[in-house]
Structures are given as structure tokens and as C-alpha cells.
């Protein structure tokens, strides 16, 4: 009996031990006892729910009021409630006081203990190394700049000026705003920042007054909002005026917030509903992470403020990141959280300072599609007593535009006669004005070109008038520190766009390139032209020698063609010499033979194949010379048609070759001091090369030898002595190029950017100008002004690529030389023949003479002969004795 008594008590105490469940601890100070209470509630409902129980789980709660004072505040937590050991806190704030639970966080945050705020809404909760723990079911207060983000874009406004107090809040919602107005292209023209407790705001509001856009946004205190409104008031700028006040929660319950000021105001900041939500979120984390199997138990609970903590409880963050992650419909609406573990989706009412009361005219987020949007249900009365929205911006129709001489986009020459406006209208020219920084003195003139002629059909389009004058430094303008200074400034062009000292413009309408370090301080358009970097040379005239017909051979190929005709020529005449067929008797006389081939003959039949000219008589007459001939033939054949080629190729399609070949060019890469090259001085393409690594032995090259403007560069480069080569925008160097014969562009482009309109940072005028470009572009009119302005070749240079080049006099004059060499040679000859002829006429004559004279001379001894022999007869015959030998 006993036995089985022990038997049932074992089982017993097993089954107990199998259906204990794991309790969940939550503390909590509160603003009162009332709310304790509720939470108590909360808490016992919690455990009745099914899914609670079947996790073998059940919550707890010990909680008490919060006091004012947060030294005896965190003392109370450490005595009274991290002692029982809980494992999450709730933190509110002290009965009729405001002050956050600054204390409690960075207990919890010591320990690692999750902390959930339902009314803390201070920037400072949300920095993570301060408050490591911390989590809340409001928004912090730098979420206001969402909505205002919001409500700008639905508005269509899109430059601000924005207005703050110098204290955490009024940073952190500046910083917010700053990220979200990027991403939505919205610009801050002035950012106003004031002391917290300033008496008078007369002397900061100034800067509104000043500004362009007539969209302010406040960020302040009760108190500082209502002095600030009063003297807002005295400058026109509040009441009735055209500027539109979008106002944080605090300011907007001021008692002299303007009609028509725009506020906010939290939907469900009640302190119960927020409390229930964080016993939702607490419920049910824990039981996802028990059913899930992450957790099964919460082990090493801190139970002391007097014991030194190693690290953060483990359990503890484990818990604080699950309940960051998760996603729950509470009675506030959708809790979602950051990682910082503020509350996202808020649903804020948008508020409408009218007459006599402030209505509520829309709101802020949706708790059924959890967005953040703008949805209005009643019309805002704005500060000048309408509905319709105010344009945001006051933009004068009347701008300043500032320029500066730069061929071919604008050139300039002063009106001095009623002849030079004439000639201005001629030229499509707008009248300008020059003031001398030296001197004061301003001058009068016509600016034309590409730029003058774009910004006539920008004006039209966007409907504004202007007046132009040209740079007073005659710059574009650097980043740089001026005089003494230390402060870097704006130079030229570019400062009077970035400059607030009188001596300002609204556009800058030049060829103005589009780089990081000028868009950070102006605005620009769409670029209306799009380039890049080229580099700009004098061009090497090829020298046409008159041996330049002799180009396609080498001198090695025409000696061997010359040698090869003469041992061909020999060895035809000593082939047909020996050749028992290289004579033959004439058809007409079987009596006569032709001789063989002689050596003149042979050596014309050698020249006449090689130059293919017509061979009548004097050919190979044996079969092996003949062979020879035919050999010789192709031969000579295969020589003309490669000589002719090449001709084409040296002479025909021949182009004088650039110094360099581009920017990867070792004469470049690698400077020495005989090869200079140079940009100018504080521009976009010094900008360029400064920038780049790989470019920085270039840049420390030119940076000794830079010019003043391109004008001069280019003059040098013409020269050839002082500059070798010229990098600068492709758009000027191909109008010099096209423009002067003497000068050639060379490489590919680098560095491509493009040229825009500049405009002051937060310009309303900004997106237009950008419309009227595109529209422009789509319209052919940019084509049009490149053809007319840049695309400009001179008649007076040859014809250049793709056609080939002609053959002109110094191509071929070396031919002529020749020709004209045969001719002198010919007639210096032919007067050698006539002399030589003359010189044997004379001997033959003399010869003649001589043979004559020895002809008479043994004609008369022959008669002599004669006689005697007759004489000697006739005596015979009269028988006289014949006389003696000696005497005749």
C-alpha cells in the first residue's frame, strides 16, 4: 500500500514538473498608479489567451509610478524591480511632468534589458550606443520631416527654407529632412538656425526675406515659435503674406502661429493604447519565440544593480532584436520598427491655422495599406486667404545673365556707331555690357553666337527676358582662396552665381562644363552640348621632295631593277650571239644574212618591255633569248603594277602625319622638355587632370606651363616653338581644326562631360531651362547652331578625309624634273651628234681629200707609165736604141 502511495506522488511530481510553464516577468514605471493598473489588466488578458497557454507560458507584472527625479527614479528601478527579476521593462514618463526615461534606458541598457517607451519621442533614444536596449511604440520627433517630405511632393514645391532650433531636435530633424529631400530632389536655398531662447528673430529672419522660395519650414519650442511668429509678423512674412509655414507639432500650439500655417499632430500618442500595444508586442514575440524553438527558456536574468556586469544578457538581446523584427495591428496601428527601434508608420493629422480655429484638414499614413501619404480632405486656406496653391517661389521674369568671350559660342565687338547695332542684328547678336574691374568703367557690346543664339530660343521658350554682360575677371572661375584668405572662394563666372555681395547673376550661359566641384555649388541644366577632351596640334606638312615619284621603291629595289636591266639586256646578246639560230638569211636575197642581236638593241628591248613601250625592231631572234625575253616580261609586269600601287599609297591617299597619336601617347605619358603641352589655368580640364591618378604626371607637367586663356594656346601651338600641343574641350578644338589648315586635332576623345547652362543652387528657373534644352535638342535646333557655329570648314584648306587627296605639282614634280631632264639631255645630245658629226665630216673630208690626191697621184704615175711604154714603142718601131732607165 504504501508503494503504491509513492508510486502515485512520483507521478504526480512528474506531471507537475512536465506542465510547469515558463514565466515571463514585465516591469514597468508608469506616469501613475491608474495606468499601472491598466497594465495589470493587459497583462491578465494576455494570459488568457489560447496560444499562450498551449506555449506553457505566463506573464507577470511588477510596475510602480515613474518619479520626476531621475536619480531616485533609476534607484527605485534597481531596488524595486530588477530585483524580482523581470525580463522586459516599459517606461513612460512621471505624472504631470515631461521628462523622458533617460534614467531607466541606461539601466536597462547596462544589462541588456529590453525597453520599450510608449511616450519618449527625443532624437537621443534613437542613438543605439547610448541607448543600446531601447525601443518605442510613438515616433521620435525628427519623423515629422517624412511628412514634410511628403506634403512638398504632393504640393509640387521643390526649394525650402528651413528653419531650426540649435538643440538635438532641431539637428536631427535637419538631418532627416537633408536625406529624404535628396533622394526627392527638393533643395534647401537657406538653412536658418537660431539659439534656443532667442528674444528677437528680426535679424535671422532676413534671410528668409532674401530667399527665392517662399516655402519655410520651423522647427522649434513652443516659446521660440511664438516670438519668432511675432517678428515674422513685423516683416511681412506671417500673416497674409506669400509665404507658406509648415510647422512642427510644438510650434504649431503657439498662440501666434500665422493663418495658414501647416502643422502636424500625432494620431494615438494616448499613453494607454501605447501600453497595450507594447503588451501585444511582448506576448507575442515571446510565444513566437518559444513555439518557434528558439528560445525554450530565459536563462541568467539579471537580479541587481550591485553586481558588475561582464557583457550584455544574452537572452535579453536576443529578445530586443526578435521584437524589432516583428510586425503587429495594434490599437496605435501598425507597428513596424527601424533598426534603431523607433516606430515606423505613424499616422500624423494634418493641421490648418485658419481665423478662429485650427482645422483639421487631412492626414499622414493609412493603417490598412501601412503607406506614408498625403491624404487631404479638406482644403487648406493658405496665408493669403486662398485655397489655390501657392507657387512656392518668387521668380522674377527679369534675369541676369553672365558670360564670357569663347570661340565659336561667343564672340563680342563694341557698339560704337549706329552701323555696329546693324551689324549686330545682322549677326543674330544681343547687346551686352563689359564693366572694367580696374577701372568701373563700362562699355557696350554686341555678343554673338552658339550661346547668344540658344539663349534667345531658352527665353522664348520659358518666357523670361534678360540682360547679359560679359565677366569682369573674363574667367570661368575657380575654387580657390582669394587674396590672404583662408576661406576658399568662387572665382569668375562661377562666383557670381555662388556669391551673395551685390555683383550676382541668375544664369551663366557659356560653354561651361559640367564637373563634380561645380555641380556642388551651382545648379546646371541638361547639358545642351555634349563633348569631351581633345588635344589640338600644329599639323606636319609632309615635305614633297622632288624624288617623291621614287617613293614607293627603296633605293636598294631601284639600283636591283636598274642592275637587272643591263644583265638581262647581256645576257640577251650573248644568248642570241651564240645561238646557232640567231641569224638568218632575208627572204628577198638568199644571199644576205641578218646579224644576231647586238648589245644596243638588247639593252633598248630590256628598257622598252620594262617600261612597256612599243618594241619594233631589235628583238631576241634564238629560242632560249626569246624565253628570256617572256620571263623578263612578267617580271617587269609584276615591277609596274606594284610601283603603281604603291604610287597610289605614298601619293594618292597620302596624309601628313600628327605629332602624336592621343593621350596614351609615351611623348605624353613619359614628358620631356623638348615636347610642351598645356591646358589653361584654372579651368574644368586642369579640373580634369588633377582629379585623376593616373593622369597626375601629365598634371604636374602642365600645371608650369598652363595658359591664360585658349586663345593664346592655340597661337602658340601655330607657332610650334613655345607649345607642341593643346588639350582643351572638343568642341573648340574641331572649330580650329575645321577653321585653320594649319592645325589638326589628333586621338580619340577622353574625359567626355557636357556643357550647361549654370544656375544658382535651388533655382526655380533650373528644371525649365532643362525642359527648354531637351525641347530644343528633339527639335533639331542644337544641329542647327552646331552646323552654323562649329561645323564651319574653311574653303580655303584641301580637301580633306574621306576623300582622298589629288596629286598637285609637288607631288609629281619630280616626274616633270624628269621629263624635262630627258628633254635637256636629249637637245645636249643631239648637239653632241651634230658636233661629233661635224668633227667626222671633217676627217672624212680630209680623208676624201687624201684618198683623191693618192688617186691622181698614181693616176699620173700610171700615165707616166703609160708614156714611157709608149715612147719605147714608137722608138722601137723607128729603130731607134732604147734610152737609159734614168732618162725618161
Known sequence: MSLMMVSKVLALMLLTSHCQSENIHIGAVLSNMEVVNHLKEFVHEANSRLDVKAAGLSFNVTAQPMDANPIRSALSVCDDIITKRVHIMIASHPFEHDVSPISVSYTCGYYGMPLI?????????????????FMRT?????????????LLTHFGWNQVIFVHGMDEEGR?????????????????EKTVKFSIGTTNFTELLQDVVEAQSRIVLLSAGKEDAEVLFNNAAELRIAYGSEYVWLVTEEAMKAYSTPVGAVGLELINEDEEANLEDSVKLIVDSVVELFRSGNMTAIKDTPDSCSTPMTSKWRDGMALFEHMKSMTIEGRTGMLQFTNEGDRLNSIYYIQNKQQDRVQMVG????????GQMVNLRNEIVWPNGETDTPEGVQISTHLQVVTIESKPFVYRFPLLTENDMNHCDKKKGVNCSFTNSTTGETTFHCCYGYCMEMLKLIAGKVNFTYSVHLSAE???GSFKRVGNGTKKEWTGMMGELTRDDGVTSDLLVAPLTINPERAAAIDFSKPFKYQGLSILVKKAQKDSSLASFLQPFTDTLWILVALSVHIVALVLYLLDRFSPFGRFKLAKNDDTEEDALNLSSAMWFAWGVLLNSGIGEGTPRSFSARVLGMVWAGFAMIIVASYTANLAAFLVLDRPDASISGIDDSRLRNPNENFRYATVKDSAVEMYFKRQVELSTMYRKMEELNYANADDAIRDVKIGEKLQAFIWDSSRLEYEDLKDCDLVRVGELFGRSGLGVGLK?????????????????????????DNEWILV??????????????LGLTNMAGVFMMVAGGIVAGVFLIFVEILYKRHRGLKEKE??????????WRGNIAKRKQLRHSWAYLRSLRGEPSKDSSHP
Open 117 to 133: 517607451g510608449i511616450s519618449a519621442r527625443d532624437s537621443a533614444f534613437s542613438d543605439k550606443n547610448v541607448h543600446p536596449t
Open 138 to 150: 510613438v515616433p521620435p520627433y525628427f519623423n515629422q520631416a517624412v511628412v514634410w517630405v511628403d
Open 172 to 188: 536631427a530633424i535637419l538631418s532627416r529632412f537633408q536625406t529624404l529631400a535628396e533622394q526627392r530632389e527638393i533643395k534647401i
Open 363 to 370: 492626414y499622414h499614413g493609412n493603417k490598412e495599406s501601412q
Open 474 to 476: 573674363n574667367i570661368f
Open 761 to 785: 543652387k535651388g533655382s526655380p528657373w533650373t528644371h525649365r531651362v532643362s525642359l527648354a534644352i531637351l525641347g530644343l535638342h528633339e527639335g533639331g535646333d542644337m544641329e542647327k547652331l
Open 793 to 806: 570648314e574653311s574653303t580655303e584648306c584641301p580637301e580633306r578625309a574621306p576623300t582622298p587627296a589629288t
Open 847 to 856: 680623208l676624201e681629200l687624201a684618198r683623191n690626191a693618192a688617186d691622181r
